[in-house]
């Protein structure tokens, strides 16, 4: 039997759920399983109800599913929220005392977390005799978390170390002798070494591996988490990561240390990403490179802040004013993510141009067991002249078949003079008023956007070739695409998966794929369906319909099966 | 040594007679006398009549969006240390569009020489109010006069703490020289707000105005700010040019540990990210 | 014969050319003349090189026309650039003393402008001079220009008015006498009384009759001339015309000023509008009505300031983070925009939404000759609550079966609380995290798409319902197009032109025009040939090509004739 | 006369023993205090903790976006000047994001009372340092500690020359209802900063912090601009609340012309154009 379990850790912000949740991935992941983790959070800091979602398994697993084995409940609420997700043999796990009630029905599972954290040494280890808990209830070896316990506490001291390990102990050997109807059987994983990485850890670390010298942001949830990594890694890898007044000063500073020769990006949301715009188009016209990461939620205006959602494709494309290349690529996982940040910053420079990478709070925030990310695989194209290339009368916008200009920095090579100018400017730089050179700075612009195409890999189909019913989605939602696309094989239905991470210019490939499939749909976290819009805007091509979700949630397999079926029979 | 043709440029658009010109001198003149050449120096500048003066001389320049000067020029300052960066604005696009980074800026105290071209007006888009134009003027956007109080840029960075605040005249280069001078060589932020006669939209703040009541501070102790902030609130009958405000405050790109080990865009190459991957597993 | 002449006034910026053509174009407008006038100027204030040119016919003229009858050279730059397009007959007038030269061809006409002037009173009247003598050389009647100059001189005093009067009619004199080759024939028009408007003086006016009360703007060319004319009405119509600090200022102070119960607009040009996206997603959000002037100029970036493009219909379309319904609109030409603009008003506060109005450069700046504008042609529809519909338990975003909740604004019938949150919210307006409730607010926005559709008028089809040709063109291309398909026709080319100055929601008819046509192409002033694609994503429908011109510059009638062969032939 | 129940709004998401609640309190009791009923007031926010105050009492509220509360309000108070209109921010939207319409609004001395819940730190955001964080605070994202000179937003506001500088402590309800009703009261733009302990994330400015500091002015004579200067840099040892500058420049809704016939939003119905027709012809 495959292991496939799924631990929901519930509770009011504030409560810790979010290191309860880290804790006990880690713990699988060492244990040798495969893990996804989601989260589901408020736009506020005490109160309110979020949650931790683990799923397990010993072969590879990519969404969240709909059951839950064991429900961690650190509130009243998350019982009678979630009790209705429970399987079979799930179980509650809860604490009479501190949840001041107490429940009879047989799948609740009592353990006094809060006496035993005190007993541990403290009230603020309930959270480790929770994790500890969970273990016992499946009856997991307890000594990976006692290293993971370590880990985590090593720079609180030894003493506060010591208290947990007794405090996960407590729990688990609790559960463990009184959880008599947990009946989970695990397989011990595939033993095999993986590490555990969210989506922006992955863009942040991608970044570093790229070289990526300079990131200036504006906090902004899902985006935040990408400078806070780089700031924490600032010193050792002499990287600015630098809190700006606001996103267009963000945008304006990346301009500033891309155009002085440092690779350079900056990450926002949508909102914050609206002020970027005209530095959208400013990089555009000075042909700096810059990777921007839109971290999308769900708008318009401020909207869910915390909450999921790709309804940015279409502005993204067609983002600041006037008309020059872009590339937009959208990562379909944190995995995914490392390399196609990398590939990102190569497209930037060769093409001096505006790269997005689009990620969404499903992305970011969510957590993917890996066996390994390969930090050789994307090598660092930087398209910059060699010293010895730069000659005095530099030109900046030197006008040539490809459309890039042989890029120097300013002073390079105690020579280099380099002019720019966000108006219509000559091959040197200068501002210019006439209609030729105007012309041939827009073709001279627009020819880029054909090399930037010859970048954009093949995008991968999953499944037939010659389906009858053709899923197309981008970005985040990969994960859920995918398995939904294996249930509806193994009922029968002939299914396929096209999944675009990377986007725009549109490869030529997709309309092959759609023509040879039955039906197509897009699957997309958002109202209009854009994918499918942007399809049509492409090819012509006009499909069956979208499939969409526009409630701030992500995904599930079996939502997209239940409504591929609808579709079918309806 | 540089010279004057050294940094020879594209022939200027601005109408004659425009203080822009003065500053164009002064600026070169600067230059030169602090020995730097074209290729080390680079002018970040925003969108007005102003902001071309870039094209007016040859350096690395980029001439971006209006407002936006300073973040641009702090991106690249950060990015090379070495290079000698100075913003260049106009009163609209500093002071009004690009207010908050001016705010951060200063916060921020980063090596940066910032000149504003203040003609109290917005050239460029034709004559509309600027933030500093006087109450009561008349322009074709505000017939019945201005009604906003003036920003007063130099009582505003005092009250910042900036480290260099200085006002020039573009009437008087030798002294507007010196001013960009000091400010080139002051470590952090230096703002020197200059006064310069648009003489197509402006009637009311002329040449002959400012000759009236432009006078060069002396005797003045820069280092009091309670001091300083009395001669920023002059502005009338009399308006002082010269070095209003100064401390030492530390300059950014000290604080910056990323910094340290030498210029952001020495390219290092790939660092080894083996480190950030196991802490992972 | 028909009277069709064109006359340039060429000269560097700062020599008055905007009051000679302007003042040229009444004169002619008043001897019952239909007219059309552009404007070519560049992003300085002094120098470089300009031109003012006026087409006068007594037939309808929508656009400039590729022939030169009269040129008026202030300077000698103006000579060299120009005199490849004198027609046949076509004169060159100058005056040799202040360009300080001679030239020996008959074409030339030397009048000693700066002599007549000072005669008259002074060198500041070279401009009258050269006015007069045009009129000279047209031997038309001079009355006309003696009343012109009395209204434009007024405010100076009568010693002015006489002066310029003397002026004018030397110049007129001298002209008239010399020129000897000057065969322009003139038939007096049809002597019916027309106005001479521009575009932004149409947006502005038309603003004004729509009852709109507040404007907020920061100056950028081509747009500021809309707030310049309001403001210099604004305490004749309690207008507040209100300059801001940023184009993000402007927006919200607009959003601000609509929520309290006012008709607010806001101006801007593409880099201004960069900053006003988040705005824009905020009234989407909202759901506070405002219009947008969105005056196209060639970008990216600062680009050609004082030029024009219709680079900016995507970006309009897309603008602003998440999804969220609006309107977007086009006027053809002066007297449209007057009416589209009352539209647009109508549209954003019946359906609570975002209305643009596209408007570019060569729109804001050309001058047509007009027959008359009706005032009460497009009521004024509020969509506001009556006072005694106001309750106590208001709720601001009610849903409703078309998705418009009952408006009320704060304070009103003295008991209403208005509560509106950019945050996703609740019928009351106050911030939620529920997915169902989110889900219902989605669809409630989106569903005043459906009603906004149902304003959008039919398009304007010009010429067969099944043409061999059809051009599609938006926006101000319109005057260009149809001569084009005037032209077209009468060399035997079966020609339409299908004409959007209603662009989004896209109006079903315009597929099936497209459908009845044998090729289509688009006609646009921009690189990608967006209406194209537009059309393409909204219906399918590959068209055969879009013909575009992105150099800055409007199109003339006769290019798009030689494209439309060209593309025939080849 | 209105009631803490006329007032009542949503259950507050704010953490337990948060400044805010103090804040929300003597926002209710000023308006109350005033006789002002929740229909006449109208609030406006931007986004942060802080911008969530509306909701959680009853009145008019527009909660716009991060960092634009004050141009909002400005076309609000614009559109109908018999509001009574508050801006609610925080240290990030105000003088952060937001900067630049500070500036600007203080200049046009808009009648409208802006409220800064200031707790030195990005709350809604988790913790990141804000413009007025002490120099040195370590956070997640200034893991090296601040090095950014703090804001001083009362120094600023007397050098931009303000109507009304007040500084309230959320700690003290009776004296920030007074502030709050002083603002309300003042004719033209009045800022009063609140310090706000965050108890959550800013682990340095904490109630015991400011409590030990904090001292309500008194002999303090607010309409001396150069003293009012000198109060604006006590922050330290010793933290002045009160009104610290006043001064009665006419406020703008009695400077522009289109409000003298009265409110914008007495919808006069279509004007008559005739007159601007007949100009075209
Ligand atoms: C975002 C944006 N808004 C507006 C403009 C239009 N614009 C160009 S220059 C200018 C103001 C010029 O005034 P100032 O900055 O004082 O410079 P000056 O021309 O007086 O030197 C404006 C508003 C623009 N280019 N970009
Ligand atoms: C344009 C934009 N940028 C960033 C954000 C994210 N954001 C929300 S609240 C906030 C800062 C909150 O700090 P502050 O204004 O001090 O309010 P507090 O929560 O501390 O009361 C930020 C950056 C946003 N909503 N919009
Ligand atoms: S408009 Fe004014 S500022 Fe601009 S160039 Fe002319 S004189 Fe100088
Ligand atoms: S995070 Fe801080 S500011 Fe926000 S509610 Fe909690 S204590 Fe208050
Ligand atoms: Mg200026
Ligand atoms: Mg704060």
Known sequence: MVVDYTIKIGGEAGQGLQTIGYILARVLVRAGYHVFANQDYESRIRG?????????????????????????????????????????????????????????????????????AIDAGGRVMMNTVAVGAVLGMLNHDFGILEDVLKETFMKKGTEVVENNIKAGRSGYEYAKENCRRCVFVLSGGDGRRRMLISGNEALAIGAINAGCRFISAYPMTPSTGIITYMASKAEEFSIVAEQAEDEIAAINMAIGASFAGVRAMTATSGGGFCLMTEGVSLAGMTETPIVIVLAQRPGPATGLPTRTEQGELFFSLFSGHGEFPRAILAPRDAEDAFYTIQKAFNIAEKYQSVVFVMSDQHLADSYWSVDGLDPQRIGIERGLLQDDEVSEGYLRHRITETGVSPRAIPGQAGKAVVVTDSDEHD????????????????????????????????PALYGDERPDILLIGWGSTHGAIIEAVDILNKKGVNTSMLHLNEIWPLHPKVADIIHGAGTAYTVENNFTGQLGRLIRMETGLDLKGSITRYDGRPFTAGEIVRRVEDAING | M??????????????????????????????????????QVLLVSGIGQSSKLPHYMRCNTFNGLHGRTLPVATGAKLANHELVVIAVAGDGDCYGEGGNHLIHTIRRNIDITLLVHNNQIYGLTKGQASPTSDAGMVTKLQPHGVVLSPFNPIAFAVSMDAGFVARGFSGD????????????????????????????????????????RVYRLSDHDPYDRRLAFERALEWGERIPIGVIYRNHRPAFEGLVPALKKGLLVEDAGRPPIDTLLNQLY
Chains 1, 3 share one sequence.
């Open chain 1, 48 to 116: 309110g109800h979020n949650f931790f979602q683990i799923r397990f398994s010993d072969k590879r697993v990519l969404s969240a599913s709909e059951g839950v084995d064991i429900l961690v409940a650190l509130d009243r609420a998350s019982i009678e929220r979630h009790r209705g997700e429970l399987t079979g043999d799930g179980m509650i796990l809860y604490d009479p005392d501190s949840l001041k009630v107490r429940y009879r029905e047989p799948f609740f599972l009592d353990v006094p977390m809060q006496a035993l």
């Open chain 2, 2 to 39: 540089p010279s004057m043709d050294d940094y020879r440029g594209q022939e200027p658009a601005w109408c004659p007679g425009c203080g822009n010109f003065q500053i164009l001198t002064a600026v070169k003149q600067a230059l030169i006398e602090l020995g730097l050449m074209p290729h």
């Open chain 2, 173 to 212: 280069i030798p002294h507007l020289t010196e001013m960009i001078k000091e400010g080139i060589g002051h470590r952090g932020f230096s703002m020197i707000d200059i006064l310069q006669p648009c003489v197509t939209f402006n009637k009311l703040n002329t040449y002959a105005w400012y000759r009236e």
């Open chain 1, 427 to 458: 091959e040197e730089g200068h501002i210019i008023e006439d209609a030729a050179m105007r012309k041939a700075m827009v073709e001279k612009r627009m020819k880029k956007q054909e090399g930037i195409a010859s970048e954009i890999s093949i």
